[in-house]
Structures are given as structure tokens and as C-alpha cells.
């Protein structure tokens, strides 16, 4: 007989010794896994959100060029920080955080640090040069700091307080201008405005703004990782668009008076290198107008208007609907929330449903005027597409709707879509509407657009303009953000830093002519200032969508209302979640010693600034980043 055979691997009801070993190392792995989660941070940094604080009341410790007379003395302190060899704004930068919290959960906490190009330049009598030793002491407060940071290379058309501007804005080459010139010096909310132009990239002011940006650039990188390992995302320029006359209170619609940029020689001829490219040959552009224009050279920009000016051809008019889009808009309040809610409008063109807005946009002016209104969010828009509906007298009937039901009329207007030769607009049939009866009680509302009976003359010639322009801010960007990356600062993400011209519903958007760079760039990811609705409300989530954006940065926030602890968390963890790397806000650098009590800007979020709910603002963040 044969010994006994051993117990056999293959034998049912045994287990392998390998068997033991695979789950002993599946523990083993299992504990390393719950040992580092335990020390891990509370998530990876690229899916938490930065909270990076605008800082204010830094120029005068970073470029200590004298004191503005136009600006409060306490907020032009010099700390003893800011002084040496060694001096920065770092201390200035860890009191100002150290007052608001850390980060939290989601949260991280660091600032975003404002480089107004123009204000770290001078000339001096013979060529412009850099003021070497402010830069270092950017350079320095990124470095000591020990925060992460947004850098942000300002250069837009606000006033830096810099005798450079005075000089470059001589040159009629550096300015944006309109058919009568270049633009003079404007203001807004009390703050100079130089009208730089985007149609040119080699002109003096360009050239400035990127020598300072190499010489930034040549020291934040001779400073090595204690610098760069803090810079979180560079943004680019800051909100650049084209201008217009009376900047403040001309952002709307108007059909007399219109006026946009640029008609400078150099952009004319850019032009007519525009429309070489998109059309090919002038017999092309001629079928698509139904001109007869002999050359893309003869073609002029439309800048006159027909209702007030001769024209030598009909492509030479231009309005804010010229373009052919007429907004019907306006606002709507009732005093039952829950009604409130469920607001939307309803347009009908000669009697047939066309479009349905939601009230839901902010209206800042209307909040103003009516302080006892629930919400600002009382306003709405629709837009009509005029040339398809024909020449000719049409109705407009604006009905008010909550789920589905209508509730009453609101108004009925009549717009005119003229024939070129402005012959006289016949009516078009139209089918009666119902009697929708009363509005509720207590309803308010005014419908802003348009205007009874307004004429309507369409050029197509208008919509290659546009088009042109909004090509020309989105190249100056692009070729200012391909500057940046040929450096070593090109490691560092880029963002643009743009606004959102659909936010204002009276706002119209050709004036600033943006859109093509709110679109997805080379290199280059969204940047986008948002105020009121925008910074709640899904318009953001809308244009991600529509341009296929991933990530984006808000470089300005503001819901210019105030939020409880509880719906700002909610409005940053959506932010976080829609792919938002950053959001910045205004507030007040102060040093430990700081005696002044008054915010600079009315947009700061400040414990001592009561305008727009700012104040509740900062407490509510406050909360966010306190330990819990």
C-alpha cells in the first residue's frame, strides 16, 4: 500500500494557506487606506473651492508713490511691514484672513492680490520703465504670505491713480473711438474711466501693460517655489469689452443717440479683413445684404442712424436693434411669496404664443425705488427675433402667468419692422386674445420695452459688425493671456475676467460686445464677474452648458443682498459643484492697527459697510469659516 495521500488543495471543504494570506493583506490595505484618510485634507484642493478675497487698501503699502487726496487717509496707512528691504504686504494679507476664519470643510481661504499694471510703471523722459522695487514687494507679500492666491494683472479701463494713464491716453492710437473720434475720459460711480481700445495690440498702452508683466513675471520666478507654489490661477486683464459714450447710464437699449467703438482707422481696416475672410469675394457679401458694393473696401461699419442722419447707403444705420433683436422686458412684483415664485411672463406677437420668460432676474434700480418689495429678483426678459415676423405693423400683447395659467395682461405695444425705404408699415393680422380679467391684488409691475409703435430697421450689416467686435476683445484677451504663457508664469492656470452682459435684463449687450470671450479659449478658462441673480440663480449653470465650460472662476461676487449663513453655503457648495476653482469678492485689507472704520468700496464685504447687505455678508462668512 501507498502512504496516505495529504490533504489536497483540490479537495472540497479545504482552503488554501494563499487564501489566508490575500485576506490578511486585504485588511493590511484597508487599514493604510483608513490611516490616510484620517490625515488627509477635507478634500483634494482641485475639488474644493478657494475663497479668495479681492483685497482693497493695498496700493499704498505695495507701491508707496504718496497719498491720494481723493481717498480716505486711514486707508493709506503704511505699517511698518511694508517697510525695508524685506517689506511687503503679507502681515496686511494674515490679519485681514485671520479675522475672517480658515478653511473649512470645502472651503479653502486665501486672497486675491490686484497688480494695476499702469500703477507699477513710469516714464522717465525718455523711455517707460518699471518701478523695480514695488514689484519686488508684490513678489515678496505672495511669498510671505504663506496663502494661496489669485494673481490678478488689472488692466481695464478704470483709473489707476498713475501718471502713466495722463500720458498714454494723449495718443489717440491707444483709445477706442467712436465714428465722431476717439472717446474722451468718462466716469463711472465717481471713478475715471480711460476709453483704452481692444482693437489693436500693437499700440503703447499694450506694449506697457506687458512690459510690466514680464518684469513681474522675470521676479516672481527668480523667487522659485516660495512664491509660485502659492499662485493658485493668474486672471487676465480684468472685465474688457468695447465702450460707448456715457458709460453709466448709457449700458441700455436706445434708438436715438446709439454709439459704439471701434471706428479707429485700424479697425475699420480690420474690417474689411474680416469680411474678406468670412465671405470670400464681395459677390458673396452683395447676395447675402442684397447690396452693391464694388469692393470689401467701399463697405463702411455701420455707425449713422436713419431716423436722424442721412445716409449715402442703408447699411450704413445702426441702432440697438439693427441687429435685428427687440427685448420685451420689464419687472413684476406681488406681495404673496408664494405667488412671487412662480411668476413668468408670456409674449404673444399679433395674438400667438412667440415666447415665456420667468421673473426671476435682478433689478437693483427697481429694489431701490420699492425698498418694501420682497425680492429684487422681480424682473424678466424675452427676446423677439423681428425680421422673421415681416414687414410691417405688429401687436404685442404681454400676458402675466403663474404654472401655466394666466392671470392678466400686462400691456400691448405695436412695433413697426420698416422696409428700407421706410415706406409706411401696414398692420398684419392678428387673432383677438381673451379676456384675462383683473390682476391680483397688490401686483405691481412695468413693462420697460419696447416702446409703442417703435421702428424697426434691420441691416444685416450690423451683425458682421458685432460679430467683429466681439472677435476683438476676444483676440486682445487671448493675445494677452499668450503673452503670459511664454514665461514661466504660462505653468500657472489662466482665467479671463469678464462680465456677464445678460445679467441687467435692460442691458444690451452689443455695446460691450463679449460674447464670443465668455466662449471656451486656448489656454485660457472663464473668468466671470457675477452680481445679484447671477451669483444664486442657474444663468451661470446655463452658460457652462451652452459653451461646454468645466471649470471657471468668479472673479467678482455679489448678490447685492443679504444671505443668512445657512443660503450662502448652499450658493458656494453649487459654485463648488458646477466646477468653480475660485471665487473672489471686495474687501478691506487692514493691518492689526488699522483705525479707520469707513469701507472704500460699497461693494466690500465689511463688517462696518451696510450697502447692499454687505456687512451681513461678511458676518455670514464669518460663520462658514469658523471651527464647528
Not at 81 to 110: F, H, I, N, W, Y
Not at 136 to 146: F, I, S
Not at 512 to 526: C, F, H
Request: with cysteine.
Amino acid at each position: 500500500m501507498s502512504p496516505a495521500t495529504p490533504p489536497s488543495a483540490s479537495l472540497p471543504g479545504r482552503r488554501s494557506p494563499v487564501w489566508g494570506h490575500v485576506l490578511a493583506l486585504a485588511v493590511l490595505c484597508l487599514l493604510v487606506v483608513v490611516f490616510a484618510w484620517k490625515l488627509r485634507p477635507a478634500l483634494p484642493s482641485s475639488s474644493r473651492l478657494l475663497l479668495s478675497p479681492l483685497l482693497g487698501n493695498m496700493e499704498a503699502c505695495l507701491v508707496q508713490d504718496g497719498l491720494r487726496e481723493d481717498f480716505p487717509k486711514e486707508f493709506q496707512q503704511i505699517p511698518a511691514s511694508c517697510l525695508g528691504p524685506q517689506g511687503s504686504a503679507a502681515e496686511m494679507v494674515k490679519a485681514t484672513l485671520q479675522r475672517l476664519g480658515r478653511p473649512q470643510g470645502e472651503l479653502d481661504l486665501g486672497y486675491t492680490l490686484s497688480v494695476p499694471l499702469l500703477r507699477y510703471v513710469q516714464w522717465n523722459g525718455q523711455a517707460w520703465e518699471v518701478r523695480g522695487e514695488a514689484l519686488d514687494r508684490v513678489v515678496r507679500t505672495v511669498a510671505q504670505a504663506h496663502r494661496p492666491v489669485v494673481l490678478y494683472l488689472f488692466a481695464t479701463h478704470f483709473e489707476v491713480h498713475s501718471k502713466a494713464e495722463e500720458r498714454l491716453a494723449a495718443d489717440p492710437a491707444n483709445l477706442a473711438w467712436t465714428p465722431k473720434g476717439p472717446l474722451p475720459l468718462d466716469s463711472y460711480l465717481g471713478a475715471r474711466i480711460f476709453p483704452w481700445s481692444v482693437a489693436r495690440q500693437d499700440n503703447e498702452v499694450t506694449r506697457v501693460r506687458k512690459l510690466v508683466v514680464d518684469a513681474l513675471a522675470e521676479r516672481m520666478c527668480a523667487a522659485g517655489d516660495a512664491a509660485m507654489h502659492q499662485l493658485r490661477a493668474l486672471t487676465v486683464l480684468g472685465e474688457t469689452h468695447q465702450l460707448f459714450p456715457g458709460f453709466e447710464a448709457g449700458m441700455g437699449f436706445a434708438a436715438e443717440g446709439y454709439a459704439v467703438t471701434d471706428y479707429s482707422p485700424a479697425s475699420v481696416a480690420g474690417f474689411h479683413a474680416f469680411l474678406r475672410q468670412r465671405y470670400g469675394d464681395i459677390a458673396r457679401l452683395n447676395a447675402h445684404l442684397k447690396s452693391g458694393f464694388a469692393s470689401f473696401d467701399a463697405v463702411e461699419p455701420p455707425s449713422r442712424n436713419i431716423r436722424s442722419e442721412p445716409l449715402q447707403n442703408f447699411f450704413q444705420h445702426i441702432d440697438s436693434y439693427a441687429a435685428g433683436t427687440v427685448p420685451v422686458s420689464g419687472w413684476v412684483h406681488s406681495p404673496d411669496a408664494k405667488l412671487q415664485k412662480q411668476l413668468a411672463v408670456a409674449v404673444f406677437v399679433d395674438g400667438r404664443p412667440y415666447s415665456h420668460a420667468p421673473v426671476h432676474m435682478h433689478r437693483q434700480d427697481v429694489a431701490q425705488a420699492k425698498p418694501g418689495f420682497l425680492t429684487p429678483d422681480v424682473g424678466w426678459r424675452a427676446d423677439i427675433r423681428y425680421p422673421a415676423l415681416g414687414e410691417g405693423l405688429h401687436r404685442i400683447d404681454v400676458v402675466l402667468q403663474a404654472g401655466g395659467r394666466s392671470l392678466g395682461l400686462l400691456a400691448t405695444r405695436q412695433i413697426a419692422v420698416m422696409d428700407r425705404n421706410q415706406g409706411e408699415p401696414r398692420p398684419h393680422a392678428a387673432e383677438a386674445l381673451p379676456d384675462f380679467g383683473k390682476l391680483p391684488d397688490g401686483v405691481e409691475f412695468w413693462v420697460d420695452s419696447p416702446q409703442d409703435r417703435l421702428a424697426l430697421f434691420y441691416n444685416p450689416l450690423v451683425t458682421d459688425w458685432n460679430d467683429f467686435r466681439e472677435q476683438q476683445v476676444a483676440d486682445y484677451i487671448q493675445g494677452f493671456s499668450e503673452h503670459i504663457g511664454h514665461g514661466c508664469l504660462g505653468r500657472v492656470p489662466r482665467f479671463a475676467h469678464q462680465l456677464n452682459p445678460h445679467a441687467n435684463p435692460s442691458w444690451d449687450a452689443n455695446r460691450y460686445a463679449v460674447e464670443r470671450s465668455l466662449q471656451r479659449m486656448p489656454g485660457l478658462s472663464l473668468g466671470v464677474s457675477l452680481y445679484g441673480e447671477d451669483t444664486y440663480g442657474p444663468l451661470v449653470g446655463q452658460m457652462l452648458r451652452r459653451y461646454g465650460h468645466t471649470a471657471y472662476g468668479v472673479t467678482e461676487f455679489h448678490p447685492l443682498v443679504a444671505l443668512s449663513p445657512q443660503r450662502l453655503e448652499k450658493v458656494l457648495t453649487m459654485h463648488r459643484r458646477q466646477g468653480a476653482r475660485f471665487l473672489s469678492f471686495f474687501m478691506e485689507a487692514r493691518p492689526e492697527d488699522a483705525t479707520g472704520t469707513q469701507s472704500s468700496n460699497e461693494f466690500s464685504f465689511d463688517a462696518d459697510n451696510t450697502a447692499h447687505g454687505s456687512d451681513a455678508l461678511y458676518h455670514s462668512l464669518r460663520q462658514l469659516l469658523q471651527p464647528h
